[in-house]
Structure formats: C-alpha cells, structure tokens
Nanobody, 123 residues
Framework: QVQLVESGGGSVQAGGSLRLSCAAS????????MAWFRQAPGKEREGVAV??????AYADSVKGRFTISKDNAENTVYLQMSSLKPDDTGMYYC??????????????????WGQGTQVNVSS
C-alpha cells in the first residue's frame, strides 16, 4: 500500500523559510512525477511544484522562492520554501501516481496523497 507522509510544516514569520519532507513507502519516487500542492481555507487546492526526472516546474506565485528536490536513496521528496509570504499559508500535500504526460495537469491526475502538513506564515 502506497503511503506518503509529509512533515516539516509549522509557523514562521514572513521572510522566513521552511523545508517540507514527503517520505514515500511502497512507491519509487525516482521513476514518476512527484508534486506538492497546497490548499488555503476557502480556496481550491493548487499545484505548487512538480518534479519528473531532472525536470521541475513551479507555480508562478512561488518561482524563485520554492525548490522541489528528490533524494532517491531516501525515497523522499522535499520542498524548500524561502522568502515566505502570508499568502503561502495553507495545508501542503505531497502527491504521486500521475502519468508522466499529466504530471503538470492538476490534482485530478494524482492517485496518491499524503495527509498534509500545515504551514502558517504571519506578517
């Protein structure tokens, strides 16, 4: 059974940094696309970053501030978040299981989800 377990969320002030982790079991992160999504209260879930092999893609709102990376040996995906803003507040989810051609096609393409980790950024 595939499991994705996120950690690393917390509360920070604007301008601060956090690193989220997503540990995968029964799933090889190296072979497929992995993604981070977030959902703020009252808003739809939105894609933040995706990684497929050596390629990455980011939402415009986080470009230059967030970095997605993989540690294949640890089977863990990371999201390094810097220069955080209050608008970055939300529940962050790790996702896997999308076919390669749909890696950047939104949340509906993904089969597996973690339970989420909360990020709160205060001004």
């Amino acid at each position: 059974q595939v499991q994705l377990v996120e950690s690393g969320g917390g509360s920070v002030q604007a301008g601060g940094s956090l690193r989220l982790s997503c540990a995968a079991s029964e799933y090889l992160i190296s072979r497929d696309c992995m993604a981070w999504f977030r959902q703020a209260p009252g808003k739809e879930r939105e894609g933040v970053a995706v990684s497929l092999g050596p390629r990455t893609a980011y939402a415009d709102s986080v470009k230059g501030r967030f970095t997605i990376s993989k540690d294949n040996a640890e089977n863990t995906v990371y999201l390094q978040m810097s220069s955080l803003k209050p608008d970055d507040t939300g529940m962050y989810y790790c996702a896997a299981g999308a076919p390669d051609y749909a890696c950047n096609s939104g949340s509906g393409a993904y089969l597996y989800w973690g339970q989420g980790t909360q990020v709160n950024v205060s001004s």
